[in-house]
Nanobody, 117 residues
């Protein structure tokens, strides 16, 4: 069974950075891209980008380029998203997810990031 376990909720001040983890199990880590999206009630669901754990190649949505970094550690089967220069509008729930060969998508539970002074 594919499972994605995300790290806990975070509170940050503007200008700070945050790193969220997504520990995977139940499949071969390098088989599936890992996507990151965020949900803000005002903006809806935003796709941030993805990482290929096999070679570490990444693709970023234009909106997040330069502020977001995806990494993946095959030894711990864990993916990370690092977001810097946080703004209040980055307040959202952040999700990792993967799609298997049957086009089933599996999601982490979400990590609430709150940016407030």
């Amino acid at each position: 069974e594919v499972q994605l376990v995300q790290s806990g909720d975070e509170l940050r001040t503007p200008g700070a950075s945050v790193k969220i983890s997504c520990e995977t199990s139940g499949y071969t880590f390098t088989d599936y891209y890992i996507d990151w999206v965020r949900h803000d009630p005002g903006q809806g669901l935003e796709w941030m980008g993805q990482i290929d754990p096999e070679d570490g190649s990444t693709k970023y949505a234009q909106k997040f380029q330069g502020r977001v970094t995806f990494t993946a550690d095959a030894s711990t089967r864990t993916a990370y998203v690092h977001l810097n220069s946080l703004k209040p509008e980055d307040t959202a729930v952040y999700y990792c997810n993967v799609e298997d060969i049957y086009t089933r998508r599996f999601w982490g539970r979400g990590t609430q990031v709150t940016v407030s002074s």
